[in-house]
């Protein structure tokens, strides 16, 4: 078994930056970037890069074979796009900045020869790999919920990336609207718009000024594990 710990450590962007720059030819196939809010790229299948975020938020949208989209949040230290094998990028994929986003753009090939000298036990591999892992779980749950429960699952994601005022309360990212919502929780604009006057009603939730307040996070918990 791999301590995690090690992997996260590993695998922070300050110390890939840090094993990359050890080679010659960094500067030459790594490049910093700026996004600024509302910024997006899009990539397909013949993407040739790795982008390794430092800082800011990204939403991720994936477009499949069936042309339906499927709606992520990106933090650090995770990488909007990680292809594990040469012919893994997904056919569409969009990156939004939802706040100012600083990231490095890496060859593909320079980051696979670096990898090979400097992580033999592949832990930046690996450490990917449980973090796509426990995604998929995230989203085969929430495929399974009804959309009130999505959205109300999706609020309590969220709460990672929250800052905590109380003991039982939160304020969400700015960012965070009800367009935002809704695509994350693979639900309908009007519909969230809806649930969330039922949470104000209740008073769970106060989103009449940015940034949205969740004023019971005990309350919200509770309407997720209701009896079924």
Not at 57 to 77: A, C, G, M, R, S
Not at 138 to 163: G, N, P, W
Not at 215 to 221: F, P, W
Request: charged content about 25%; aromatic content about 14%.
């Amino acid at each position: 078994m791999y301590p995690k710990n090690i992997m996260e450590v590993f695998a922070s962007p300050k110390n890939l930056i840090k094993i990359l720059k050890r080679d010659f030819q960094f500067n030459r196939f790594c490049v910093e970037e700026r996004f600024k809010k509302g910024d997006t790229i899009t990539l397909d299948s013949k993407n040739e890069f790795f982008y390794m975020l430092e800082s800011g938020y990204l939403k991720e949208t994936y477009t499949d074979i069936l042309n339906i989209q499927f709606h992520l949040l990106v933090k650090p230290p995770h990488f909007p796009i990680f292809a594990t094998t040469e012919d893994e990028m997904p056919q569409s994929v969009s990156l939004t900045a939802l706040t100012d986003v600083r990231w490095w753009k890496i060859d593909f090939h320079f980051f696979k020869k670096v990898l090979y000298a400097e992580d033999p036990r592949s832990y930046v591999v690996l450490h990917n790999l449980l973090f796509v892992k426990s995604r998929l779980y995230e989203l085969v749950v929430k495929d399974r919920m009804e959309a009130a429960d999505r959205i109300y699952y999706t609020l309590l994601q969220l709460l990672d990336i929250s800052f905590a005022t109380a003991k039982n309360r939160a304020e969400f990212p700015r960012f965070l609207d009800y367009t935002l919502l809704a695509e994350l929780a693979s639900t309908s604009r009007s519909y969230t718009v809806t649930l969330l006057g039922e949470l104000r009603e209740k008073e769970i939730l106060v989103t009449h000024k940015k940034p949205w307040q969740l004023e019971d996070i005990a309350a919200l918990q509770a309407l997720l594990f209701k009896a079924k």
